[in-house]
């Protein structure tokens, strides 16, 4: 009887919150990894997992909230160059559009501004995160087909700010090993670990807008407009704005791995992180978000981009024949499929 | 046509003319309800019940006419504005989300929270206890607040769907097609809560095409076909065939 009783709570459980499945499956995976997998069970693999999910986490983070309202964004990656772009011309006052516009307007970038450069870095994209979502309002077109279009638009654009040219700079500025320095303070005690600082910024962000989602109005109603756009405007919700915001959110968290990125790279190209929409949008679903809105968590989009790096590092580890890194899409598409199986599966126990 | 219960109007509706590009949904339409009175809007589909409706609680903004609150002049341009003057609505279609908790889809757009400069933060607890208080004050018990009202019965969503508008609605009730997707069993705990209703002094208006419906719970009713208004009625003062006739056109007022 007492069994019974807790496996009925566990079920509840699992019903209640949207990402004890995807943690399961993580959790389960990962240990088959370390049991089976040749070479997997070190500290150079694990951090090399975490390290992979940097850059992309910030993007799921801001994508998740998005489709939790029911929108889609597909311009992420022209943010991300963007924001890189404006982060490393104006970190290091090199000669460029970028600069040369800025003090033009009498602003002190010459010989590099650090808080001009994150200030901007975070504005533009979260502007263009803003257009997005006025464009949506304005013309009721399909997110999806919006941002198909923006992202070929803020793709130009960014072509013609860096001059259709990558940027690149030897500088090693101090700001850089704050965002996604080497994380030595733990490399040291860990042997061969190769952790990079980034991973507190996007566990930071994680907490912050995991709060905002469940504890604030703000985002009570992004679930609301997700779960059904007319009740809840029936019930007083300004819709409108508040999918602007979520749009925004998305800008801004773009930007914010703009930021990430160019700091462990020092340098950034036109087409910097094409096809990071669809891995985003990939970690959200296996995450246990629905694609039609209403339901996720932040947490649920840091597992599901967690489970496609445990995923990459296992499957290239174990050399599979046909399968090696270049074609490892393959086993994200097979990964999605039965994770939204498995998901629906968990939904339909715990809810009969 | 007839005579009323005396008490004074609280919902004037005059001239009321609503157009969807050419399609005029609502050709000239007066309605009125007073303080106290369950009043039945009846008519067939498409008839134009709920685009009447729909105007008065700011989903549709009038093509024309004029709205009076209490005798006062109202411009309802937004579910909001009805909402702040206290006409409360119950849809068949979109009451509640479904994915949602009890209690969030309870204070939705009506939250509790504290200001942190643009950051609300939502008393949870608080919200969680006095949903769960009002309910039962209206005499309908839930299991949890935290359960997820798409795993409630169609019954139990508009029992709480109703329960969230008599605990909010200072003014006027409005119920558009409560019944259509209940059980006979469902349906008549649903009337209850309407009697209940009324009994505190709340007037209900009532969008239905069930005849038997006006002979339970409404006092009077009006009935509208392809965007007029066929005449407004007290109860008993015609037969469920006359009404029936009335509705569909087979006879005319």
Redesign the interface.
């Known amino acids: 009887m007492d069994n019974d009783a807790l496996y009925k709570r566990i079920l509840r459980l699992f019903?209640?919150s949207p990402i004890a499945g995807p943690l399961v499956t993580l959790i389960f995976i990962f240990v088959l990894f370390l049991l089976f997998v040749p070479n997997f069970a070190s500290w150079r693999t694990v951090s090399g997992i975490v390290t992979a999910v940097a850059i992309s986490g910030f993007v799921t983070i801001g994508i998740t909230i998005l489709m939790i309202s029911g929108e889609f964004d597909l311009s992420v990656a022209p943010m991300i160059a963007m924001s890189g772009y404006l982060y490393g011309t104006i970190s290091t006052g090199e000669d460029s559009v970028v600069v040369s516009t800025l003090s033009y307007f009498g602003l002190p970038v010459q010989g590099g501004s650090i808080p001009l450069a994150i200030f901007f870095a975070l504005l533009i994209p979260s502007m263009m995160g803003s257009i997005n979502g006025l464009l949506l309002i304005a013309t009721n077109v399909p997110s999806f087909i919006v941002t198909l279009g923006t992202r070929q638009i803020y793709r130009g654009v960014v072509w013609i700010v860096a001059g259709g040219v990558l940027f690149q700079t030897v500088q090693k500025l101090p700001l850089y090993e704050v965002f996604n320095g080497r994380f030595d303070l733990v490399n040291n005690l860990l042997e061969k670990a190769n952790f990079r600082t980034a991973m507190l910024w996007l566990l930071a962000m994680a907490i912050v807008f995991q709060l905002?989602l469940v504890?604030?109005?703000?985002g009570?109603h992004i679930?609301?407009i997700?779960?059904?756009k007319?009740?809840?405007?029936?019930?007083?919700?300004?819709v409108r704005r508040t999918k602007v915001m979520a749009f925004v959110i998305s800008g801004l968290m773009a930007g914010a791995a703009g930021i990430v990125s160019f700091s462990q790279f020092r340098s950034v190209r036109v087409a910097e992180q094409a096809g990071i929409e669809l891995t985003a949008i990939a970690a959200s679903v296996i995450g246990g978000t629905?694609l039609t809105g209403?339901?996720g968590s932040v947490w649920g989009a840091l597992i599901g981009i967690l489970m496609i790096s445990v995923l990459r590092s296992g499957v290239i580890l174990l050399k599979i024949p046909f399968i090696p890194a270049d074609n490892f899409p393959a086993v994200v598409g097979v990964t999605i499929i039965a994770a939204v199986i498995f998901n629906n599966y968990l939904r339909s126990r715990s809810?009969s | 046509m007839s005579e009323t219960n005396g008490q004074p109007i609280v919902v004037d509706m005059k001239n009321i003319v609503k157009r969807f590009g050419t399609v005029e949904a609502l050709r000239g339409i007066d309605f009125e309800v007073r303080q106290g009175e369950v009043h039945a809007l009846m008519g067939d589909n498409g008839a134009g019940k709920s685009t009447l409706i729909k105007v008065l609680?700011g989903?549709y903004p009038p093509t024309g006419g004029e709205i009076y609150l209490d005798g006062r002049r109202v411009h309802i341009q937004?579910?909001?504005d009805a909402?702040a003057l206290g006409i409360e609505?119950v849809?068949q279609d979109?009451?509640?989300?479904?994915?949602?908790s009890i209690w969030?889809n309870f204070f939705?757009?009506?939250?509790l929270?504290t200001s942190f400069g643009p950051?609300?933060?939502?008393h949870?607890k608080e919200m969680r206890e006095q949903c769960r208080e009002s309910l039962r004050d209206i005499g309908i018990e839930i299991r949890s607040a935290?359960e997820?009202v798409g795993?409630l019965s169609g019954g139990e969503r508009q029992s709480i769907a109703i329960g969230r508008a008599i605990h909010f609605g200072a003014k006027l009730l409005i119920l558009d097609e409560p019944t259509s997707a209940l059980s006979v069993a469902e349906t008549s705990k649903v009337l209850t809560y309407i009697e209940n209703a009324k009994a505190s002094g709340l007037p209900v208006i009532f969008i239905t095409h069930n005849v038997n419906h006006i002979y339970q719970v409404s006092d009077s009713y009006t009935i509208i076909r392809q965007g007029h208004k066929v005449g407004t009625y007290q109860r008993g003062e015609l037969s469920q065939k006359d009404i029936a006739d009335l509705i569909t056109g087979a006879r005319e007022s």
């Open positions: 019903a209640e905002i504890r604030t109005r703000f009570n679930f609301a997700g779960g059904s007319d009740a809840a405007r029936a019930q007083g919700v300004r629905l209403g339901y809810t | 609680t989903m937004s579910p909001a909402r609505t849809y979109l009451a509640l989300i479904p994915l949602m969030r939705l757009g009506r939250e929270f950051v609300k933060w939502l949870r935290e997820k795993k």
